[in-house]
């Protein structure tokens, strides 16, 4: 156990809909980083919040946004779905931004759109 | 751009033997951090090793070691006496600097699925 936890475990549904997938960080850790793995795509990286503040962001697609809240947990949103929006979605939190800090992940959500 | 690659998809050992699963990586950057996390079916992405880019030594985790060649930008995971639990997927990651944009987001590669034979 990571102690990185991800809500809900699986989600299914249509397309054109809206979702939204929450990630409590480890207790101290204040990033946030959203991962997607997709057969397609492999894993990669969608954007990261450090201390409620966007920092990064990669190959985040417009429909999708995020941010962290004062209690540090953060939420993806996820518009319009798509099928090939179809993917693990994991976040990892670490204490700082730093390369030396070591990244926890999360168990994952699994999004299905059908 | 950095990137990641791994060119073995797929790989398959012997109980009790060794693997070394292979990974190259591209960046202009000469501080960096390497990384091999493991997803086994339960999907859940496990730190395996991690090497810094400034130390010569190569790091070791009990079973696990890496071969880290700088200049070829090449970082291969040893897995000696390979046990069932090995079997996984194997990622290879490469962590950006902290700075300019990027915040030590990682770069991973497509993964090697290891089969471990009994």
């Known amino acids: 156990d990571s102690g990185v936890t991800q809500t809900p475990k699986h989600l299914i549904t249509a397309t054109g809909q809206r979702v939204t997938l929450r990630c409590s960080p480890r207790s101290g850790d204040l990033s946030v980083y959203w991962y997607q793995q997709s057969l397609d795509q492999g894993l990669q990286f969608l954007i990261q919040?450090?201390?409620?503040?966007?920092?990064a962001k990669g190959n985040i697609l417009e429909r999708f946004s995020a941010q962290q809240f004062p209690d540090l947990h953060s939420e993806l949103n996820l518009s319009s779905l798509e099928l090939g929006d179809s993917a693990l979605y994991f976040c990892?939190?670490?204490?700082?931004?730093?390369?030396?800090?070591?990244?926890?992940f999360g168990p994952g959500t699994r999004l299905t759109v059908l | 751009a950095q990137t990641v690659t791994q060119s073995q998809p797929e790989m398959s050992v012997q109980e009790a033997e060794t693997v070394t699963l292979s990974c190259t990586y591209d960046t202009s950057e000469s501080d960096y951090y390497l990384f091999w996390y493991k997803q086994p079916p339960s999907r859940q992405m496990i730190l395996v090793i991690r090497?810094?880019?400034?130390?010569?030594q190569n790091a070791t985790e009990n079973r696990f070691s890496v071969n880290f060649q700088k200049a070829a930008k090449s970082f291969s995971l040893k897995i000696s006496d390979s046990q069932l639990g090995d079997a996984a997927m194997y990622f290879c990651?490469?962590?950006?600097?902290?700075?300019?944009?990027?915040?030590?987001?990682?770069?991973f590669g497509k993964g090697t699925k290891l089969s471990v034979k009994p």
């Open positions: 990651a490469y962590r950006t600097p902290y700075y300019g944009g990027s915040q030590g987001n990682l770069i």
């Open positions: 919040y450090y201390n409620g503040e966007e920092r």
């Open positions: 990892a939190s670490s204490v700082g931004t730093g390369g030396i800090y070591e990244q926890f």
């Open positions: 090497q810094e880019a400034y130390k010569q």
